[in-house]
Structures are given as C-alpha cells and as structure tokens.
C-alpha cells in the first residue's frame, strides 16, 4: 500500500513562493511510475496541476501553471515549487500515485489511485 504524506503548505501574499514535498513509501518505481500533485479550491472540483514519470522524468503541467510552478523529484520525496502564487492558486493540494504503470502519465485524476490527505495554501492579495 502505497503511502503519501504531504507537507509545506501555508499562507502567503501574491506573488510569493512555497514548495510542497510529498514524502512516499512503499511504492514501486516501476508499478507507480506517475506521481502528481492536484487542487481543490472550495467549491470546486479537483484539478490536476502537475505530474512527473518517476521511471523517465517526463513532466506535465496544468497550463495555469506553466511557467510558475515546477514538480520534482529526490529519492522518495516530490516536490512541487510554487512561484509568483497567485490568490487563485488557493487550494487544498494533494499528492498523488498511480496504482498502476501509465504512459503517458498526465494530469487527470483517473490516472491516480492512491492520494494523500492534503495540504493548505492560502494565497492573499
């Protein structure tokens, strides 16, 4: 059972910065080779933001995004560098796990099986 941890989340003024890690376990590279990060804003549905292949570093982006935040990887933690936030970047952010070997990995929820408890950024004007 493949085990997420999130933490690095807070409050900050626009245009700031924070980065999320997401700790995992007992994963297989190969078996859970996507890894991702998605949002939910109140309200809201969940969105995908980013996502990387652990077994080729390919990497995807929410186009909201792009530019402004970079996912990454050391040993067993992913990471998401958050840049020039903006107020609508307020979200409760998840990591997440394929259960599964995907390619292309991507950014649609479908694609994730297992998923953290999340983590709390609060962007403010």
């Known amino acids: 059972q493949v085990r997420l941890v999130e933490s690095g989340g807070g409050s900050v003024q626009a245009g700031g910065s924070l980065r999320l890690s997401c700790a995992a376990s007992s994963y297989g590279y190969y078996t859970n080779n996507c890894m991702g990060w998605f949002r939910q804003a109140p309200g809201k549905g969940r969105e995908g933001v980013a996502s990387?292949?652990?077994?080729?570093?390919d990497t995807y982006y929410a186009d909201s995004v792009k530019g402004r935040f970079t996912i990454s990887k050391d040993k067993n933690t992913v990471f998401l560098q958050m840049n020039s936030l903006k107020p609508e970047d307020t979200a409760m952010y998840y990591c997440?796990?394929?259960?599964?070997?995907?390619?292309?990995?991507?950014?649609?929820?479908?694609?994730?099986?297992?998923w953290g408890q999340g983590t709390q950024v609060t962007v403010s004007s």
């Open positions: 997440a796990a394929s259960s599964s070997r995907q390619r292309p990995c991507g950014i649609e929820s479908a694609t994730f099986g297992y």
């Open positions: 990387m292949d652990i077994s080729a570093l």
